[in-house]
Each structure stands twice: as C-alpha cells, then as structure tokens.
C-alpha cells in the first residue's frame, strides 16, 4: 500500500480551519455509491457531514442543537439514519437533505447502524442493548440481547442474520432477524469495535490494543496476534476479499489473506481514526476521524483468492 495518495477533503483549509462543529471528532462515515456521509461531535455539537459527488466538498447540514452523533448508515440513497448520544436517532427519507429526531426510548449512548432494508433497521448502544424499528423509525423496540456490555458495533447480512461486539470481547448472532440471541466465544478482553464480513461464515472483527478476530465458519473465532497494539475501530471488505482497518495514529491496515498477514500504512494524519467507506464500484476509500478529518484515496479492489 505504499503508492496509495491521499486527498485530503476536511477540514479546509487545511492548515487554518474553521473551529466549531468543522473540527469536531467524525466517528463515522459511510455512503450510498459515490453519496457519503459522516456523522460526529460531541456534547450538543452533533453534526452530519455530506458530499453528493465525487470530489464534491463535505457540507455540514443544519440539525439544531443536537447531542453528539456516532453512527450512521444508508439503507437508500434516500432513506438514512444516524445514531448518538442520549439515545439520539436521527431519520431523513430525502437523501439527508432534511433530518427529523425519533423518538428511541433510550437512553445512554447508541454507537453504530445497520439494516436489511429501511424498514428493518438496528441500532447498537450502551448496556447490551440493541433497538430494532420496522415502521421506517417512526417506533423502536428493545431486543432481549442476553448481554449487558456496551455493543459498540452491528452488522449482518441478508436474509436473517445479525450480528454485534463490544466491550469485553463480546460477540452476539441472530439468525432469526433479531428475534433470539447466543453469545460466542471470541477469547477476546478488549473492546470489540468494529466487525464485518462477506456472509454470514466469514467474517473479521476489531479492537482495541490490536484486537483483531476472523472467523470462517461463523462460529469459531480465530485471534491474530502481533499485528499492532495500536486501538482498532472500524473493518470493510474489498468486493475483492480483502480486509481493511483503520487504527489510531493515522494508521491504514489491510489484510489479503483473511487476517493471517496485514500491511500498515501511514495516511495523511496522525490524527485517531474512527471510520473507513469503501464504494465498491469506484474503490474510492474514506477515512474519518478526530480533528474532523475526512481523507479519500483509490484503493486496488481486484478480486483475490482469500480462503
């Protein structure tokens, strides 16, 4: 990965930005195609970033006086939640260009989004819990999870199986749309804070003091040791097979052999990075993290044999 060329796309300028909700901490970002968005902020400082294009700067929408926001997921180039603190869940069914607030029920911290459709969708948050709308967010209901650790990330795949980690080497799966939930055994201590996977059988998980686990069957579990002791956050799988990671210090890793070996690479910060958005049409990477940081670089998604 030494050839990869960084753009950098927030804050600008770059050596004299602009304080206030520019600079706030983007810990999430993600997209629909070429559409990408980035969510952050602390305290009442919430904010959504959007690019409609690339090379299109980032915008920050106007929300009001809205708590911090962490996560955040398209199910359609229209239909978009975002996830935060004090149980905020934020919806837009026009491509982000208005945000309504639902009402989650919640309190505590929600960290992370995902969905089967827009009228399937899962938010993860402190405490083991896991909200589930089916009404487009217009209702939100708490699953019965069996676990009581922060799940800081969730995830899953068509038709019916879900999965989350967390704090304590957590990892639970449903494989019935949410409904029922088991833990397994990951063997893991830290925070588990990002995992994703190209079925319900393969799949990698992230963490923090290096944590990484694979999986190839979906139940065992396997740890990857000595790769970096830097705190991991987020995971995204190549359409070609390969694994990508992002870490504190700036830090790019990827893996084409399903975790057994891993390259690092230095981007354009030093900066703690928190998120990574691959298009898989275009291979065009994003990474966000502290500082309001938001980098772009063109990434080779090539298929590969993994397993």
């Known amino acids: 990965m030494s050839d990869l060329q960084w753009e950098w796309l927030h804050p600008v300028p770059r050596d004299d930005p602009p304080w206030g909700i520019h600079t706030q901490p983007m810990f999430k970002i993600w997209g629909h195609g070429e559409r990408v968005f980035s969510s952050g902020g602390i305290g009442m400082s919430g904010v959504v970033l959007r690019s409609l294009q690339p090379g299109a700067p980032f915008r920050a929408k106007k929300l009001g006086s809205v708590h911090g926001l962490r996560g955040g997921w398209s199910a359609s180039a229209d239909e978009i939640y975002v996830a935060g603190e004090y149980g905020t869940i934020l919806h837009t069914s026009n491509g982000g260009r208005d945000f309504v607030q639902e009402q989650s029920g919640a309190g505590g911290c929600l960290y992370r989004v995902w969905g089967f459709s827009a009228d399937s969708v899962f938010v993860s948050g402190d405490g083991g819990r896991l909200l589930h709308s089916v009404d487009r967010g217009k209702s939100w209901t708490a699953l019965e999870t069996g676990v009581k650790e922060r799940l800081l990330c969730v995830w899953g795949f068509a038709p019916s199986t879900v999965m989350a980690c967390g704090d304590a080497g957590v990892i639970i799966r449903s494989d019935d749309g949410g409904r029922s939930w088991r833990s397994q055994k990951s063997g893991a ?3 588990l804070c990002g995992g994703q996977g190209t079925d319900p059988r ?16 979906g139940e065992r579990w396997i740890p990857r040791k000595g790769v970096t002791r830097l705190d991991m956050e987020d995971v995204c799988v190549t359409p070609g097979g390969s694994l990508l990671a992002v870490s504190d210090g700036g830090i790019l890793l990827r893996s084409d052999d399903w975790g057994e070996s891993w390259d690092q690479h230095q981007t354009e910060t030093e900066e703690h990075l928190w998120s990574l958005y691959l298009c898989p049409d275009s291979g065009r990477l994003h990474v966000s993290g502290d500082g309001g940081v938001i980098l772009v670089t063109q990434m080779d998604v090539a298929p590969r044999s993994l397993i």
Do not use: A, Q, R
């Not at 393969?202 to 069957?217: A, E, K, N, P, Y």
């Open 189 to 191: 201590k830290k925070p």
């Open 202 to 217: 393969h799949m990698c998980v992230v963490g923090d003091s290096g944590s990484i686990l694979t999986t190839t069957d």
